[in-house]
């Protein structure tokens, strides 16, 4: 099993940038499949991003692509979102969350592993 805390959402205007970052418990982060989804007032929770064990293969939302970055740093069982060139339609809250599986999932009920989430406000 593996705990999630988020950090670094906060409020920024259009065009900024912001550095998400979730901190993973436990020793076995490496095997883990990371997502990065998001969910703003009103709507579904949508994915954003996803990475494997590695980090050697990504997947974004089209329209987070060219602006958006996830990595992950192994020995420090964190996983980031870089996000640049922040629209006011980025506004959301924000949740990492875990799979413990071979393959990268684009939907969020393939993670069973979720953190509180952080708030990213992007102001016009």
């Known amino acids: 099993q593996v705990q999630l805390v988020e950090s670094g959402g906060e409020l920024v205007q259009a065009g900024g940038s912001l550095r998400l970052s979730c901190a993973a418990s436990?020793?076995?982060?490496?095997?883990?499949?990371m997502g990065w989804f998001r969910q703003a007032p009103g709507k579904e929770r949508e994915f954003v991003a996803a990475?494997?064990?590695?980090?050697?293969?990504?997947y974004y939302k089209d329209s987070v692509k060219g602006r958006f970055t996830i990595s992950r740093d192994n020995a420090k069982n964190t996983v980031y979102l870089q996000m640049n060139s922040l629209k006011p339609e980025d506004t959301a809250v924000y949740y990492c969350a875990a799979a413990n599986t071979a393959s990268i999932y684009l939907t969020s009920s393939a993670y069973p592993y979720w953190g509180q989430g952080t708030q990213v406000t992007v102001s016009s």
């Open positions: 436990g020793r076995t982060f490496s095997r883990y499949i």
């Open positions: 990475i494997n064990w590695s980090g050697g293969s990504t």
